[in-house]
């Protein structure tokens, strides 16, 4: 009898979010699914591994397709989630790591800010398959479990690309496929193959304070700067086209430059 193939599901929105569950409902037809995500909120906080989560759980029971699911809702970080799912959890490796469906895009050169990001970096860096789904929302819901956000769509390209995810073998240098998802979508709408845009989408904002002693938390806004947007990047296909973006990412940040160009420029001969 043929084994049945073991995802795990994590995200950085918390264990209690909608769309982590959407993309549970649509998974659950292609394998053995167990959630493993943050107890509470954790967006932005990349690939963080802070020593100050204490790992403790707690335990979610969901009915869907007619059947009861439990989650594990973890005091860590997602990419400290997805260790704890490998080490003691899960009763042997995944064959897919799915990090989703997050609130908000994770579009252009701040994609290491991501949690979503995070936690599907950690597990290839565990030599697993991961992708990071992102549903583009408005920013009112960035931080949110909101109920007026629909992951239906979304949740049928989280289907889709985790079967092609199963059923192939990711090339070298790929590790993660981020997916992001326009609000606008649907599930006709075409999706392309991205590079990751070197713009910055989203921009600090100064606080507005007197004295730096008063609590002045950053914010962040959305920016799109038309003029400096490649035309194959996630961004444009995203914002401007409002297509779906498949963007490889390897967790290789070495510059895809010679070597020995950068030797000689730094000899003095360049």
């Avoid at 509470?40 to 707690?58: A, F, H, K």
């Avoid at 979610?60 to 973890?74: I, K």
Wanted: aromatic content about 6%; glycine content about 6%.
């Amino acid at each position: 009898m043929t084994e049945r193939k073991l995802i795990l599901l994590t995200n950085d929105d918390g264990v209690d979010s909608p769309g982590l569950w959407a993309a549970a409902e649509q998974l659950d037809a292609l394998g053995e699914i167990w959630v493993v995500a943050p107890l509470t909120q954790q967006t932005s906080v990349g690939r963080g591994m802070s020593p100050l989560y204490t790992g403790r759980m707690e335990f979610r029971t969901r009915a869907l397709n007619g059947r009861t699911f439990m989650a594990y809702g973890a005091d860590a970080s997602p990419a400290l989630a997805v260790q704890h799912a490998l080490l003691e959890i899960l009763p042997r490796q995944p064959d897919l790591v799915v990090s989703g469906i997050n609130y908000g895009e994770n579009i252009g050169s701040g994609v290491t800010v991501s949690g979503t990001v995070g936690a599907a970096l950690e597990a290839a860096c565990n030599g697993l398959p991961a992708l990071a789904i992102s549903l583009e929302t408005d920013p009112e819901h960035y931080h949110s479990h909101s109920d007026a956000v629909d992951f239906s769509v979304a949740a049928h390209f989280t289907r889709l690309f985790a079967e092609k995810a199963l059923a192939l073998k990711f090339p070298p240098d790929v590790d993660v496929l981020k997916v992001e998802i326009p609000k606008s979508a649907t599930i006709h709408t075409p999706w392309q193959i991205t590079r990751l845009s070197r713009t910055r989408y989203y921009v600090p904002v100064k606080p507005q304070r007197t004295l730096l002693t008063e609590p002045g938390p950053l914010t962040a806004v959305n920016f799109l700067e038309d003029d400096r947007v490649e035309p194959d990047s996630d961004v444009k296909v995203v914002v401007v086209d409002k297509q779906i973006s498949v963007t490889p990412l390897s967790f290789d940040l070495t510059s895809r430059v010679a070597l020995t160009d950068v030797k000689r420029l730094l000899d003095g001969e360049g």
